[in-house]
């Protein structure tokens, strides 16, 4: 049924549809209408589950870490401030191969204090095992979430996802999103029924001291997890394709076979670049727009492979790791290394804080690309 | 030798938690966790943050717990606790009884926040501090629970602990939950009646064990259970239970012995000095006569 | 109920391991008798069967029947059945050597 | 791609006429987009937000800079913000204010058309928010249905009694009453 | 002086030598000894400063970031979980330019519970704004902590630092160690006086909500200090190297300069390279080391001057960007790709969760790379 | 007009804090910061987390305040502070007043952690809390303050909040820090009484503010102050102060006025049956009926 | 002392802004006049000098002269004076528009 | 490079003695690495400490794989743990025992040297530990200066004078005597 929502209450249906047994999340700007709309659906008896009330956003991935480990299905959904003080919970949550899924609206970090866009939040956590997922539209929100339980829950898999989506440009704008409901979505996702859990009738301790003996094995195994979950979600965004008609992968082609230049983009910008391609096809130049929906894991086959054709390669970061450059830059010039042929990449920031991030803008990085030597990192519409 | 000749047991016989753990010789934690199993049996699940017992239970592959334990970092009993109370309602498992059982650095100090969260929602299990005074499993480093005049390491002699414990007990009944009460593993039958009775009620319960720790309060491992009947003999610790916000005092020492019996028989005190042991008296009495005044206030007596 | 299997469980490689810390056996495996500088014995004559020293050991080590029996496999030695016994019925012997 | 911008204050509710804009349109089976420049809301201060309609798929997640339509629910902003700024040549202007639309001129803009409707009049009618600070974000949209034509005052309607969680009706009519009150 | 010292014991005299005046810390296993040393030392009178003994890690950043911000000079140190747990004031202290000190023992993240080295938990924070030295041994401890007061406090730097060191392998490990007393530091290290600060004389806000408008360019500022870091860290260690007969960068080569195969390693694996590097020349291979100290700022501009005359590279990595690869594996071709010329990499993880990590397992690594054609990952020691 | 008769003023004239700030119109919260300011004067230093001062005090590069504000954490209202305190302290400038100001979010919930370890560690400074009885920044969710029966976007009407506001109060004073007092912007010269005498006491200091917020509250600015003062006056807000552990009632009110009055002011509890308002008023009698007994038991004229 | 200056600080780019988001000027800059949709006004014969509605503004807005004068530049028109004064002495009027 | 490996058990103090040796060896001239071999030490459970002594700069920071020396501070070990994993061909073998060295047989290990003194009958003597459990770390370095001729007995002394907080001199004195006692 399809129904004008923003992204926070896509996310929201989503984890009705997905059935989630406890809820535990605390609010923040610009998330706060995903905690608001699941308290109503929780008090309406539309969903039949705890919604946990906690104090902190420490204590929600806690109560679900607490709450997955014992079987039940469990969903939270924070931003920036929120998601950076669950950082050591986030590296527990893979460890312990958890398939909690987190939706994070990307805010800014403080100070100064801003509740606007920016992808530093999420990229923050790379390095902590999650599976992360950057959002174009509100459907793939919606969408996401679904598909993200399916795959994490897979018994080759359970890892944790982190779902993305911009800070008011998806979080508090309406589109057009086809939903389902929960019978509906049954038939694509079975309950979660995790082999290892918390049982009375079968005691087991989670997570004790381990030995230099055995860590170093338990690490190789979430590491090969990731491996493995890249097949998994080509797997499952084909199987939702049948079922829903839209199918998903780890990457996104816009107009990239032919093309000279590619913009590597994530998120809102994504959608943006495509129209700036058009705009730029139609005044006769080849490009192509290439999104990265999967940032962990990392989806180095299709970056090798459709961007090792292109001439020139453009990514856009909103996000820096300060010191160094934009993080997918970085990864994409990385994957890129292996291929062992040179496609000059240029490095571009955009967006970060909130700043709005045009089409102008998308022809103005185009442009640089075309008339410039590569350059690491141009900070488009910086006020020097 | 095995004789059947039949013997009376002041507590329960069947054990749920074995031996080959990992905690020092003559540990009081140990014990008070082999006494709350007693009290819980086996359809209990214990969250146990960082502390001496997240080593106690033993390395991966091994447990010996006998229950299902989550590890769990170490500000987080509580709201580990919340989490597998809910999926346990939700999966309609509701005879299962959720633990949460963490050091006193885990409850006064990192996890005090999450308890007190768990608390004011009222989330339905059962949180044990077993208080050993300091943080213990890091190598004796002060904690908001240490006591006035003690040493650790980072109180070392020269700058000894000043200022009293924190008092949970009170910061607890504050958070008016149906339960809260104080209890010594000196006193076992007391104990597991204590626990037992948290058992049957729904809601966030709350209790306080005193568990000395022989390595760190450098006292012979042989009189752990000597030195815990002390402290309520001399009414450091005193033995109370706070049900609906009424106050009952369980012991009523008849001849309360002078803290300096207790003292002198712990290392972590030897520098003190005869003023300061006097000092630590006239808390203790003060103390008292505190919660005197509160049982007589609120009382089951009280009008 | 406590698992009660005290074998050593056999980890060659990641193939033999769950995918987290998921704990495979008890802590029974472990048998603390080496920890041990003293051993606590019980003068059965002197035993009046109250079981004190039973409820109060840490281990637990002393299984209640009467006299109540010491298993040697676990206890560390710590002393508190000593000190604990109101009967003075155990006695302290320093480990062999 | 039609782009419209609202210009309202805090309370008036400029947001949620964007939105409800939107499902009107999406009931006539267009594509959507509606969004707010999110800032720190207070009583009072100017508040921006904006709605997109099209034909085909909206991927651009970005502000309107060259809108179509401006929808401008307090007079007293006029001056105080720069309201027209990248409007579109021919571009029109719906505001709400008891004046004529003779009685506005905006040298900076190209050609507008300016299009006046006394919505707070209507608002207070209906009761809806107070007399001294009347809700008018429904009340006006009658007047964009009647002054563009993007959507039908019916598809309004029907938007409101869809999002509008009270005075469902009373909202509704005032934006009918609105509707058939527009001046040119 | 020179005495024989732990790295604990090195960074808590570092810490003395530099005349802090608040530390606030909360122990953790391997970082516990640097706490209860600076409380003798601060009970013993020997540092006048307060020693905040807070209830947990995060409450101990923040007081440092309370302190510095009001003019004085702090210092921190903690491990892992406790690092974690601070993530959200990590972002906080950068973003706030507060050259605040902390000293990380790295150490493996939770679950299992592990308390040995990996490098993981400072790895982590890559993306935050700090910079991030890894440390071969204790004297290297000592020096950089006093050195990071120095090139933090810089008036176009302004930025903290993350001074790592290997649980056990260095933290609890004696070396001998050439210490000074704060006197002979002061004529190194001037007395820390920012420009802006909490002052009552001159009252600001700090860190107030900042609006799209302006935030972007608070990043790029921050980005900034770290590209001059970069020649900051130079001179200060050359400056140090001049007083203290010790120089220091933001790399180290051992025996590059003729390498055919160079390892690229950090941390005190770095070390035990070296003496791999001089077996197998003594065998006639013509290896190389490289030990990149400052991972933050990252030293693009060495690696590829060095690096790219190589015709092998081989990283090692202790840490893994789970879903990803080596987190300096996938910097180092980063950077190696802007050269746009190619050298065989290969990725190694070693060492995780204190997995030890001997010469004959550099000697593995070295073999490898010579019997294979390139890989990522390679797991040494891996038992599978 | 600007005639130069002499006023007489019940509280300071000197304002600290400017105007031109983000307050909504009415709100009790910048009201509360205004008297604060004028009870601490300049030589103030004040930490403040994410809550609606943080938007109050103005964006950057603009400030409100007056003196020194470092925005914070959520957090970490107490734990900056605690910083701030120890380097004021160390850098030589005794004089200066370190002041941490939060929300009661930020204080009752994700703050509170930080706030026991700087009362437990005796830390000098003090503590404020400005009750609005809900997270505002972000639009109205529940906290542990918010009361029984209260209308919030995340206990929307069908499932509105049960339980008791946590009481912060108790909790602090079981901390046994110097002094803990409440008091309430309908009373200002009270108000600032108290913060005047926090600034004398050495030490961790905490005083529970009361500050109607007519967005959150759902009733016109207008009233405000009316609603503040029915909050005391029906007993629903008791002014008291505990001083080294003795407690101290202010204000005793003659006629108390029924709940009921408090209530119908606001929207939020517009919800609510007439058993639900009969409950909350023996609530609130209970509560009184306790601070009364605490009075006598710890009172200045208790033996 | 409250900084009085109330001038827009005008910042071109990031060379002209602190390395950090520390405050250059005062919130006075910002005049909430605009807020306002009613104005509170004064009767100067009514009023006696009791200052309660300068006591209670929340801007403040009110300076205390005798009667007291309202700044118009920064009164939100909350209305807590106009509820507040005792004498009734202040009316509301409807702002203009 | 000389590698020395220490087994003792908790509360005995090996990890202490590895440090005592390194600051002996580093007091004569030399580079020195000492280290613990990191587990959860419980009082009685197994440990393991290391000893680096060298001319040059140690870099290496890995465990010791093939000691020199081996150090064992109570013979129960022996037979509980792999004890002489790696020892040198003609490695020594330091053992704390009332008994010979000829009443010891390592047949894992290529020729080791064996010598033995009862540390723990001079720890009692001196009150260094309780009588049940004395702390012979001391001592035995006393036996380590003699039998391997690596440090002075002096330089010994000297570092626990240095290293040891409590009952210095006891602890040298201990030292001395076992250094007269070693028998191989
Ligand atoms: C976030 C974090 N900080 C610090 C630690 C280190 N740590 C582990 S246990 C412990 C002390 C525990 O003390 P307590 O709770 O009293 O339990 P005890 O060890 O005394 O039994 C500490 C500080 C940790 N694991 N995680
Ligand atoms: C770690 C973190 N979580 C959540 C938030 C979002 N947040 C900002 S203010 C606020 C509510 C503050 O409530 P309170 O302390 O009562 O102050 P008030 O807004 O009511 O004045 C929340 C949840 C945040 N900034 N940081
Ligand atoms: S240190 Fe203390 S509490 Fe911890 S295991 Fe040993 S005796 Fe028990
Ligand atoms: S305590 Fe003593 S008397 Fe009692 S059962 Fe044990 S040995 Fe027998
Ligand atoms: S000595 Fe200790 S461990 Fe052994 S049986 Fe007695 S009480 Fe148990
Ligand atoms: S929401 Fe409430 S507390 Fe916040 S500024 Fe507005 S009136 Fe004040
Ligand atoms: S209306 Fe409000 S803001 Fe204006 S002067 Fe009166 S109290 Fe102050
Ligand atoms: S409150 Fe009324 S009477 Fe009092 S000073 Fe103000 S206007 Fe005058
Ligand atoms: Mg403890
Ligand atoms: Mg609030």
Redesign the interface.
């Known amino acids: 049924m399809k129904k004008v929502l923003t992204g926070n209450v896509a996310a929201a249906y989503g984890a009705t549809a997905a059935r989630v047994?406890?809820v535990?999340a605390y609010p923040i700007t610009p998330q706060t209408t995903i905690v608001e709309i699941l308290s109503e659906i929780v008090a309406d008896g539309e969903l039949?589950?705890?919604f946990?009330?906690?104090?902190?956003e420490?204590?929600a991935l806690?109560?679900?870490?607490?709450?997955?480990?014992?079987?039940?299905r469990?969903f939270t959904a924070t931003s920036a401030q929120g998601l950076a003080l669950m950082h050591?919970?986030i590296h527990?949550s893979a460890r312990a191969r958890l398939p909690i899924v987190l939706t994070n609206v990307n805010r800014a970090m403080a100070p100064g204090w801003s509740i606007w866009a920016d992808a530093t939040d999420s990229i923050a956590q790379r390095d902590t095992g999650w599976m992360q997922v950057y959002c174009e539209n509100n459907q793939e929100v919606f969408d996401t979430v679904i598909m993200s339980y399916k795959i994490g829950e897979n018994e080759n898999i359970l890892l944790p996802t982190l779902i993305n989506l911009d800070a008011f440009f998806l979080s508090h704008t309406s589109q057009v999103v086809d939903i389902y409901d929960s019978e509906r979505i049954d038939s694509f996702l079975p309950p979660y029924n995790p082999k290892y859990k918390?049982?009375?009738n079968a005691?087991?301790?989670?997570?004790?001291?381990?030995?230099p003996e055995?860590y170093y094995e338990f690490s190789y195994l979430l590491h090969n997890a990731h491996k493995k979950a890249k097949e998994v979600i080509r797997e499952v965004g084909k199987e939702f394709g049948k079922k829903f008609g839209r199918e998903y992968g780890l990457v996104e082609e816009y107009k990239c076979e032919d093309a000279d230049e590619i913009l590597v983009t994530y998120g809102t910008i994504a959608g943006t670049t495509k129209d700036a391609v058009d705009r730029l096809r139609e005044k006769g130049r080849k490009v192509g727009a290439f999104k990265i929906r999967y940032f962990r894991p990392f989806p180095d086959e299709e970056v090798i492979e459709v961007l090792s054709k292109a001439k020139k390669i453009g990514v856009i970061d909103r996000a820096v790791s300060f010191g160094h450059e934009g993080p997918f830059l970085s990864e994409v010039k990385a994957a890129l290394y292996e291929s062992g042929n040179y496609v000059p990449v240029y490095g571009f920031v955009a967006g970060l804080g909130g700043r709005d991030v045009s089409i102008a803008d998308i022809e103005n990085i185009h442009d640089h690309m075309i008339n410039n030597e590569p350059e690491n990192l141009i900070w488009i519409g910086v006020k020097k | 030798?095995?004789?059947e000749?039949?013997?009376?047991?002041?507590?329960p016989?069947h054990?749920?938690?074995?031996?080959?753990?990992?905690?020092?010789?003559?540990?009081?934690a140990?014990?008070a966790m082999?006494y709350a199993l007693k009290a819980l049996g086996?359809?209990?699940?214990v969250?146990i943050p960082?502390c001496c017992w997240?080593?106690i239970?033993?390395?991966?592959?091994?447990?010996?717990?006998?229950?299902?334990?989550?590890?769990?970092?170490?500000?987080?009993a509580?709201?580990?606790?919340?989490?597998?109370t809910?999926?346990?309602?939700?999966?309609g498992?509701d005879d299962?009884t959720t633990l949460a059982w963490a050091g006193d650095g885990g409850t006064?100090?990192?996890g005090?926040?999450?308890l007190?969260?768990a608390a004011?929602?009222?989330?339905n299990l059962i949180y044990i501090v077993y208080d050993n005074e300091a943080?213990m499993?890091?190598?004796i480093?002060?904690s908001?629970s240490t006591p006035h005049g003690a040493w650790t390491?980072?109180?070392?002699v020269?700058?000894y602990k000043k200022?009293?414990k924190?008092?949970i007990v009170?910061?607890m009944?504050?958070?008016?939950i149906p339960y809260v009460a104080t209890a010594n593993i000196a006193y076992?039958e007391d104990l597991i009646r204590k626990i037992k009775k948290a058992k049957e009620i729904k809601g966030a319960k709350f209790l306080h064990l005193y568990a000395p720790c022989?390595?760190g309060w450098k006292h012979?491992?042989?009189?752990?259970?000597?030195v815990a009947r002390l402290a309520t003999e001399t009414n450091v610790f005193p033995l109370y239970e706070v049900t609906d916000g009424v106050y009952k005092i369980n012991k009523v020492i008849k001849n309360v012995k002078p803290v300096e019996e207790y003292l002198k028989l712990q290392g972590r005190f030897r520098h003190l000095s005869k003023e300061e042991i006097d000092f630590i008296q006239q808390e203790v009495n003060k103390n008292w006569e505190?919660l005197v005044?509160?049982e007589?206030?609120?009382g089951e007596d009280?009008e | 109920?406590?698992?009660?299997n005290?074998k050593k469980?056999n980890?060659s490689g990641a193939s033999d391991?769950p995918p987290m810390?998921?704990?495979?056996?008890?802590?029974?495996?472990?048998?603390?008798a080496s920890?041990r500088s003293i051993r606590p014995i019980i003068d059965?004559d002197k035993c009046k069967?109250c079981?004190i020293c039973?409820?109060?050991c840490?281990?637990?080590?002393i299984?209640?029947?009467?006299?109540p029996?010491i298993?040697y496999?676990?206890c560390?030695?710590?002393?508190?059945c000593?000190?604990?016994c109101p009967f003075d019925a155990i006695s302290s012997v320093k480990e062999g050597k | 791609m039609l782009e419209i911008r609202f210009h309202g204050r805090g309370g008036q509710g400029a947001v949620k006429a964007s939105d409800v804009l939107a499902i009107a349109a999406f009931e006539e089976g267009k594509e959507v987009q509606a969004f707010p420049f999110f800032g720190v809301e207070r009583r009072g201060a100017p508040v921006t937000a904006f709605t997109r309609i099209s034909d085909t798929e909206i991927r651009i997640h970005s502000y309107i800079y060259e809108p179509d339509i401006l929808v401008i629910l307090d007079p007293s902003l006029i001056g105080a913000v720069p309201l027209t700024d990248g409007l579109k040549p021919s571009g029109k202007i719906i505001i709400n204010t008891s004046r004529k639309p003779e009685e506005f001129s905006f040298p900076e803009a190209e050609n507008p058309q300016v299009f006046t409707a006394d919505c707070s009049a209507i608002a207070v009618k209906y009761r809806l928010g107070s007399k001294e600070s009347p809700i008018v974000n429904t009340a006006i949209l009658g007047a964009v249905a009647k002054a563009t034509g993007i959507v039908s005052i019916d598809s309004i309607c029907k938007a409101i009694e869809n999002k509008i969680p009270i005075k469902k009706e009373e909202n509704a009519q005032a934006a009918r009453e609105t509707y058939e009150h527009v001046l040119s």
Chains 1, 5 share one sequence.
């Not at chain 1, 005691?203 to 030995?211: C, D, E, K, N, Y």
């Open positions: 047994n406890v535990a039949k589950a705890d946990v009330k906690v104090e902190s420490h204590s806690a109560a679900c870490i607490g709450a997955q480990s014992a079987g039940a469990t050591e919970l527990w918390l049982d009375v005691p087991r301790s989670f997570g004790a001291l381990t030995s055995h | 030798m095995n004789s000749k039949k013997v009376k047991l002041t507590i016989e054990e749920v938690m074995s031996p080959g753990h990992l905690a020092c010789q003559g540990c009081g140990s014990l082999r086996e359809k209990t699940i969250s960082a997240a080593v239970d033993g390395p991966f592959p091994y447990s010996a717990a006998g229950i299902p334990v989550m590890h769990c970092a170490f500000e987080t509580a709201s580990t606790s919340s989490g597998i809910h999926a346990m309602s939700q999966l498992q299962v006064f100090d990192i005090l926040q999450a007190s969260g004011e929602r009222g989330d943080y499993n890091t190598g480093q002060r908001s390491t980072t109180t070392p020269k700058h200022g009293p924190k008092n009170e910061i009944v504050a958070h008016h076992p022989p390595t012979p491992p042989a009189i752990t259970i000597k505190r005044k509160l007589k206030a609120f009280s | 109920m406590a698992d009660k005290d469980i980890i391991m810390a998921a704990s495979l056996g008890s802590m029974r495996q472990n048998k603390t920890w059965e069967n079981m039973w409820k109060f840490p281990e637990p080590a299984f209640p029947t009467a006299p029996t298993d496999d676990f560390k030695g710590c002393g508190i000593i000190e604990e």
